[in-house]
T-cell receptor
Framework: DTGVSQDPRHKITKRGQNVTFRCDPISEHNRLYWYRQTLGQGPEFLTYFQNEAQLEKSRLLSDRFSAERPKGSFSTLEIQRTEQGDSAMYLC????????????????FGNGTRLTVT | TQLLEQSPQFLSIQEGENLTVYCNSSSVFSSLQWYRQEPGEGPVLLVTVVTGGEVKKLKRLTFQFGDARKDSSLHITAAQPGDTGLYLCAGGSNFGNEKLTFGTGTRLTIIP
């Protein structure tokens, strides 16, 4: 069973450095989501792709954040000039989209990348 | 902005007891999903409810979607240590966007 895979699992970086995370979704899934989760909270939506098109970005996604899904398969999330407030778990999820909307398409999450900015 | 508040935030009970977790919002959702998350892992879907008043059962877990589709509850009967985890509700919308709005979470601990 090849679920959603995220790499790396953990990343420790110094403030001001750039970091990049990778997500490999379930192969037949056309939708890919990035969420951020801080300790003890629920995940917060960052951005969403349908195939290679980035269709929505949260206001949480400042100009230091960029996400790509160039071939409609894997995705990368880059954070430039990291800040301590960026420390969080970054979760990727994928789904097989339908016309019924996100609420009817269960998300399959990866195990996340835990970022610590020192 | 759609917000989902969960209560209680923390719950610690003895094995064998029953419990209910609530998920409330002032917004209407097209569907409501419940996830469970264990430390170091991503959330795992438990159930999706889509119809107001809908009740779904998953072994000892009973999920209900409110009639107005603004709230939901999760009831666990005879809790077991394996039920320990972070329970998250998430609302879906058909209003032109594709994201799920997650609740604040309920951290459940079942004491053997």
């Amino acid at each position: 069973d090849t679920g959603v895979s995220q790499d790396p699992r953990h990343k420790i970086t110094k403030r001001g450095q750039n970091v990049t995370f990778r997500c490999d979704p379930i192969s037949e899934h056309n939708r890919l989501y990035w969420y951020r989760q801080t300790l003890g909270q629920g995940p917060e939506f960052l951005t969403y792709f349908q195939n290679e098109a980035q269709l929505e970005k949260s206001r949480l996604l400042s100009d230091r954040f960029s996400a790509e899904r160039p071939k409609g398969s894997f995705s990368t999330l880059e954070i430039q000039r990291t800040e301590q407030g960026d420390s969080a778990m970054y979760l990727c999820a994928s789904s097989l989209g339908s016309t019924a909307g996100a609420g009817n398409s269960p998300l399959h999450f990866g195990n996340g990348t835990r970022l610590t900015v020192t | 902005t759609q917000l989902l508040e969960q209560s209680p935030q923390f719950l610690s009970i003895q094995e064998g007891e029953n419990l209910t977790v609530y998920c409330n919002s002032s917004s209407v959702f097209s569907s409501l999903q419940w996830y469970r998350q264990e430390p170091g892992e991503g959330p795992v879907l438990l159930v999706t409810v889509v119809t107001g008043g809908e009740v779904k059962k998953l072994k000892r877990l009973t999920f209900q979607f409110g009639d107005a589709r603004k709230d939901s509850s999760l009831h666990i009967t005879a809790a077991q240590p394996g039920d320990t985890g972070l329970y998250l509700c998430a609302g879906g919308s058909n209003f032109g966007n594709e994201k799920l709005t997650f609740g604040t979470g309920t951290r459940l601990t079942i004491i053997p």
